[in-house]
């Protein structure tokens, strides 16, 4: 696919722009990267001037004074196109603004419900012609709504022109699963039913609603982010290893995934809501909305059989970390040459994806000093952070130049709704959990192991 020749951003103005999108602008820029027009839409009644001010403001909000020789280049390429999404003269008017632009890439940084009224209005205008179209999660707020979506945009688009936007497969953190599965081959021998005895993901967040109420009231935990990053995770943790050199083998092993995976039970989910909640300005103030969610699930597969896969995300929670551990069965013995030793914990991988980067495998040696007395270590290699590409430096430029591998194909999305579909329709009740705990009491019972959930650590 031939690299974009424009970049049309609606919602110019919005929260995502300002935050993620001209920061990553930003730094393509600085790179000699960004060399085609940017073309800002929004519905308010801005000049080109305030919007590079806009655009001055956000890089100096999220790094700091900015270098004046890549956002003057920035800058440059700055149009912008007011008007009303659900007027069509509005469209005419960026069209004129493309000029000779036959590859555009229409990034929505819209609310959901919008999508549909901008893609037909692309569609009626023409200015869909050549293009690509790049969403925004949520895609849909269920499996129904997701095939509508779909329906809306393959009116206009064609599947090798979407790409749906999930910015956990821009991280290299959640990326440096797959290439630590696939590029050790000391792995590959052990990641499988026989040796694994659990699966561990969690999403833990400190911090509430952050003022984000009223969106929180239409989605919740399960919406949020079970159903897209955490399944994407679970995914590249399970899948088999991608055959042939196209893109869409990659893509084919996750949905392979998902298409396995039981929709958990009522009994096999909790949902949290943290004390506070229904005090937070947007909220209903007898919502039953769930900040956390945790559930078991399982893998019908033969790799997977019968080892359970435990996700749980949650706000207000003990701390900010996100991580992944891989428990595996003890050894079969514990007695050696006349002896029997003390095996505290089985051995471990585990994968701290954020807020720092560690990958650390967990080992019983023999305690120093201490006749037939064992103790845990962990052998572990960290990351500065400040190394990583941000997500959306990454997939902003990946969408321009037409790769979809870090994108989520249509029925990938649709694999992953008919997974918690069934939990949305008929929910566990909510219970309320304490701020700063991990959730509430009743989430220990999913997990058979008398250790419970295991739970991450504050970063150093």
Known sequence: MSKADALVLFGVTGDLAFKKIFPSLYEMAKDDRLDVPVVGVAREGWSRERLINRARESVEAQGGQADSTAFDALAQQLRYVPGDYTDPTMYDRLRAELGGAQRPTHYLAIPPSLFPVVVNGLGASGCAQGARVVLEKPFGRSLESARSLNATLHSVFGEDSIFRIDHYLGKETVQNILFFRFGNSFLEP????????????????????????????????????????????????????????????????????????????????????????????????????????????FLDSWRWQDVPFYVRAGKRMHVTATEVLVTLKPPPQRRFSGREFDHREPNHLRFRMGPNVEIALGATVLASGQRGHTENVELYACRDVSLQTEPYDL??????????????????????????????????????????????????????SPAGWHNPVAAD
């Open 395 to 448: 997939l902003l430029g990946a969408a321009m130049a037409g790769d979809h591998l870090l994108f989520a194909r249509q029925d990938e999305v649709e694999g992953a709704w008919q997974i918690v579909d069934p939990l949305i329709a008929d929910p566990p009740p909510v219970a309320e959990y304490e701020p700063g705990s991990w959730g509430p009491d009743a989430a220990k019972s999913l997990i058979a």
């Open 190 to 297: 052990i990641w499988n039913r026989n040796y694994v005895d659990r699966v561990e993901v969690t999403l833990a967040e400190s911090f509430g609603v952050a003022g984000r109420g009223k969106f929180y009231e239409e989605a919740g935990a399960i919406r949020d982010v079970i159903q897209n990053h955490l399944l994407q995770v679970v995914s590249l943790l399970a899948m088999e290893a991608p055959v042939g050199p196209d893109l869409d083998g990659f893509r084919d092993e996750k949905v392979r995934v998902l298409k396995s995976i039981r929709p958990p039970t009522r009994e096999e989910a909790v949902r949290g809501q943290y004390r506070g909640y229904r005090e937070e300005q947007g909220v209903a103030p007898d919502s039953q909305v769930e900040t956390y969610a945790a559930m078991r699930l």
